[in-house]
């Protein structure tokens, strides 16, 4: 779909959503709310990391880390591409790799410039992975799955390789039930669009590039959980 095609998409998603009349909890109603639900490693930090970097090349869009979101994202880019500096030491990184894994949660504050004067804030969050498995309990959670609820659009994110093992994927396929469950509520029903995102698909035996990618048709509406 594209990341300007699901503002406009999660744009007309909050007009029908936020009737007036319905108990919510107080919630901002000027941002746009972009969650990415994923466990431990499934690369939710590189995501957020790559698509702000490189939608400054963007002619369509442009992606601008607000405050603190901005040092956060360039430390984590300089780490992958091997310009960073040990905070410890003040020594040059120059092997590339991976930033470390994420711990607790951390909001992520954006603006999406879509035209000369067209400005969308958005806010996401990035945490640990280990706080979405189907068993862990505690306030942390809690507060993720608040968010997940007030969110315009939510991606599920999948790696392959950690599904293969049956414990591992049949947590995480609990988890995703779980969500859906929290997400449509008594009505049973989606309200919002939920992105299904293969990660690693690179590594995936067959691929070749990213235009083997394809949307699934929404069919007759959002499915019923």
């Not at 990415?36 to 369509?60: A, D, Q, R, W």
């Not at 992520?108 to 000369?116: A, C, H, Q, S, Y």
């Not at 067209?118 to 306030?139: A, C, Q, W």
């Amino acid at each position: 779909m594209g990341i300007l095609n699901i503002f406009k998409k999660a744009g007309k998603l909050k007009k029908k959503v936020d009737k007036p009349g319905e108990e919510t909890k107080e919630v901002d109603k000027s941002l746009f709310r972009i969650g990415v639900y994923g466990h431990k490693g499934v690369g939710k930090t590189v995501f957020f990391t790559i698509v702000y970097t490189f939608s400054k090349k963007s002619p369509e869009f442009e992606i601008m880390a607000l405050g603190e979101t901005q040092e956060i994202l360039e430390e984590k880019f300089n780490i992958m591409r091997g310009k960073a500096i040990d905070l410890e030491t003040g020594d040059k990184i120059t092997s590339r790799r991976f930033p470390p894994l994420s711990t607790g949660e951390q909001k992520l504050n954006f603006e999406i410039r879509t035209g000369k004067n067209k400005v969308v804030p958005v806010n996401t969050i990035d945490y640990s992975g280990e706080l979405v498995y189907i068993d862990t309990r505690g306030e942390i959670k809690q507060n993720l799955i608040d968010y997940f609820t007030n969110c315009e659009c939510v991606f599920f994110f999948i790696d392959p390789e950690a599904i293969q093992n049956e414990g591992e994927r049949s947590n995480r396929i609990s988890s995703f039930t779980d969500l859906i469950d929290k997400l449509s509520g008594i009505e049973k029903k989606l309200k919002i669009p939920i992105g299904l995102v293969v990660t690693k698909a690179d590594e995936l035996p067959g691929y070749k590039s990213a235009d083997q990618a394809v949307l699934i048709s929404k069919g007759s509406g959002y499915i019923r959980a």
